[in-house]
């Protein structure tokens, strides 16, 4: 059992570079070359939404990278705008600009598409939904192990 879930967790982090590597294949095909994976990936999760930077850094995971830097990036690039918030002057809040807006149209287009290539190859939307209950669980098992030791 112990080489299962130390099995699981390695694919876990392999699964997310190859995503990552995906991400970047998806950026060369639309021609996107003033973004890099990690970027995208950030943009896609910040979505039509407005949230604050805090709330990216806090609820996502982006391996190796510095989310406010980032964000700094794609603020010069023209992808995210800021704005602070008018009640708290220390909370900054994040959308997407119409160019932003327009790629993340186009990742999720291809994401689509990735999704019925999985489907091809018998993982249905349910059993995805199904997977990431899984580690939701787990990754809660293993907060509350960290907890406890504490």
């Known amino acids: 059992m112990s080489k ?19 991400m970047r294949v998806e950026l060369k095909r639309l021609k996107i070359d003033d973004l890099n994976n990690t970027q995208a ?31 700094k990036k794609m603020i010069e690039m023209d992808y995210v705008k800021q704005d602070r918030s008018s009640f708290d002057k220390r909370t900054v809040f994040v959308t997407l600009t119409k ?33 990431e209950t899984d580690i939701r669980v787990m990754e809660k098992c293993l907060v509350r192990i960290i907890d406890d030791a504490i």
Do not use: C, W
Not at 50 to 69: C, E
């Open 4 to 22: 299962s879930y130390i099995d699981l967790v390695l694919n876990a982090e392999r699964l997310y570079r190859v995503f990552l590597d995906v």
């Open 41 to 71: 990936l950030i943009l896609y999760n910040i979505g039509k939404d407005k949230v604050t930077v805090g709330d990216i850094i806090s609820r996502k995971y982006y391996l190796g990278s510095n989310v406010s830097y980032n964000l």
């Open 99 to 131: 160019k932003g807006i327009s790629l993340f149209d186009a990742i999720e287009k291809a994401l689509d598409s990735h999704t019925k290539t999985l489907t091809k190859e018998q993982i249905s939307p349910s059993k995805l939904d199904s997977m």
